[in-house]
C-alpha cells in the first residue's frame, strides 16, 4: 500500500512539477511561447540595421568611392530587353527592359564576422554613389530624367576587405529618334540603336560591355520565351558595341594617356536589327496581280473584242481595289520606289495600254482600206499553223490582203503571247533581282 502511494505521489504532483521547471528555464527559441521565425528575423533585422549604420557613417553618396582619385571606376554594363516597340510614321523605336550595372566601391565595406556572417546588404539607389548615365538620342532629350527608374533598390556584396561589390538592376522605358528606310517594301531590313553614355570623362568612369555578353532578349514566358516578332516587324538579333566620344568625333580605339582620357566619354550601343513580318504579302498581293495579269492576257484570247474591252475595266477596277489596299501598308519613307510598287504600276499601266490596244483592234477591225503592206507580214504566222487550218488560210489569202478584220484575228493573238512573255519576265525580275 505505502509503494502505491509512493507512485501516486510522483506521477500527480513531483513531475509536473520538475516539468514547469525545466520550462521555466528554456528561453527565447526552445521555450514553448518561442517564435523562430520571429526570433531569426527581428536578430537579421537588428544586425542589418547596425550593418547600415556603419557602412554610411562618413559616407558621401556624390563622392567617386576610390581612394586613389587618379583610377576610374570601371561599369559593367548588362541589357535585357523585354520589348520593343517600332513607329514607322514617327522614326521612332521605344525599348522596355531593365539594365544590371555593376561597379565596386572602396568605401562600403565591413567584417562580415562582426555582423553575424552578413554578406549582402540591400539598400536603396539614393544612398550609394551611382554613375549618372543618359541617352545621347532620347527621343525626350538628353537632359530627360525619365529613361530610367529612380526607385530601384542596390545590392551591396563584401567579397575583399578593402571594396565591395555594388549592383543595381534598373527598369528603363527608353524612346529613340531612328532613321528607317522602307525602299525594299516588304523585304526591308533596318536597325536602330540605343546609344549610352557616361556624364564623367573616362579618367573618371568608364562603361563597357559585360563579359561581351550581348543583351538578353525575354518577350514572353514558357513557350513564348523565343518570341521575337512584334507588330509588323521580326527582331533579328540584338548587339552592344563600345565607341567613344572626344571633340566631335567617334572612335572605336580607346584612349591610351590620361590626358587624352580627361576629354573622352565612353558610350555603349545597342543594336537592334529587325526584318518586316510579312507571311500575307504573297496572298495578299502577289497572287491578285498575277491574277490580274492572266486576265489581260487572257482579254486576247476572246472572240468578241468589246467584251475583252469590258473585262479589261473590270480588271483596272480590281486593281484599283488592290492597291488601295497595297498603299494603305506602305510605309512613308522611301529612298526609292519599292520593287513591289514597280511591279504594281507595271501590272496598272500595261492593263491600261492593252485597252488602248483593244480599242484600236476594233477600229482597224470595221475599217474598210486596204491593209498596208508592212503589216501583211504578220501573215506569215499562218505558215506554222496546222494543217486543218492552212487550207482555209490559202482561201482567204486574197481576201485577206484588204481585209483588217482578218488582220485583227491574227494580230490579236500574237499580242497575247508577247504580252505573256513580257509578264514573265516581269515576275522573274521581281522574284530574283527586283525590279
Not at 81 to 107: A, C, K, P
Not at 184 to 213: G, H, R, W
Not at 254 to 272: E, N, Q, R
Request: proline share 5%.
Amino acid at each position: 500500500m505505502k509503494i502505491l502511494i509512493f507512485f501516486v505521489f510522483i506521477f500527480v504532483f513531483y513531475l509536473p512539477i520538475q516539468k514547469k521547471h525545466v520550462n521555466s528555464q528554456q528561453q527565447g527559441i526552445d521555450s514553448e511561447e518561442g517564435d523562430a521565425a520571429t526570433f531569426f528575423n527581428k536578430s537579421y533585422s537588428e544586425h542589418q540595421s547596425s550593418l547600415e549604420l556603419k557602412i554610411f557613417r562618413g559616407y558621401n553618396p556624390k563622392t567617386r568611392p576610390v581612394k586613389n582619385i587618379s583610377q576610374p571606376i570601371v561599369v559593367d554594363v548588362h541589357w535585357h530587353i523585354i520589348h520593343v516597340s517600332i513607329n514607322q510614321l514617327e522614326q521612332t523605336m521605344t525599348v522596355h527592359g531593365h539594365i544590371y550595372m555593376r561597379w565596386y566601391d572602396e568605401f562600403l565595406v565591413w567584417d562580415p564576422k562582426d555582423f553575424n556572417g552578413i554578406h549582402y546588404a540591400r539598400v536603396k539607389k539614393w544612398q550609394v554613389w551611382q554613375p549618372k548615365i543618359k541617352v545621347s538620342n532620347s527621343a525626350s532629350g538628353l537632359g530627360s530624367a525619365f529613361d530610367f527608374s529612380t526607385s530601384a533598390h542596390v545590392i551591396i556584396q563584401m567579397i575583399e576587405k578593402d571594396r565591395a561589390k555594388v549592383e543595381m538592376y534598373p527598369t528603363f522605358s527608353i524612346k529613340v529618334g531612328c532613321s528607317f528606310d522602307f525602299g525594299d517594301f516588304p523585304n526591308d531590313a533596318n536597325k536602330c540603336a540605343v546609344n549610352l553614355f557616361s556624364t564623367a570623362t573616362m579618367n573618371e568612369v568608364q562603361l563597357q560591355n559585360l563579359y561581351s555578353i550581348p543583351p538578353t532578349l525575354s518577350f514572353g514566358w514558357e513557350e513564348q520565351k523565343m518570341k521575337r516578332i512584334i507588330s509588323d516587324f521580326k527582331i533579328q538579333n540584338v548587339s552592344c558595341s563600345s565607341f567613344y566620344y572626344s571633340q566631335g568625333n567617334i572612335s572605336n580605339t580607346a584612349p591610351v594617356t590620361g590626358f587624352d582620357a580627361g576629354i573622352t566619354w565612353s558610350m555603349l550601343a545597342i543594336t537592334v536589327n529587325f526584318v518586316r513580318h510579312s507571311p500575307l504579302f504573297f496572298s495578299a498581293i502577289l497572287a491578285p496581280c498575277w491574277i490580274t495579269a492572266v486576265i489581260t492576257v487572257l482579254s486576247f484570247y476572246i472572240i468578241s473584242i468589246p467584251l475583252s474591252i469590258y473585262m479589261l475595266i473590270m480588271n483596272t477596277y480590281v486593281q484599283m481595289i488592290f492597291f488601295n489596299d497595297f498603299t494603305k501598308k506602305l510605309p512613308l519613307t522611301l529612298s526609292k520606289t519599292p520593287p513591289s510598287v514597280t511591279l504594281f504600276h507595271t501590272l496598272v499601266l500595261s492593263n491600261g495600254a492593252m485597252i488602248f490596244v483593244q480599242a484600236l483592234l476594233l477600229t482597224f477591225q470595221h475599217h474598210r482600206l486596204v491593209v498596208p503592206l508592212p503589216l501583211q507580214k504578220i501573215y506569215i504566222v499562218k505558215e506554222y499553223m496546222p494543217m486543218m487550218f492552212k487550207e482555209e488560210a490559202v482561201v482567204k489569202k486574197e481576201e485577206a490582203t484588204n481585209n483588217w478584220g482578218d488582220w485583227v484575228k491574227t494580230a490579236r493573238p500574237l499580242f497575247g503571247l508577247v504580252l505573256l512573255i513580257f509578264y514573265v519576265i516581269v515576275f522573274v525580275l521581281f522574284a530574283f533581282i527586283g525590279i
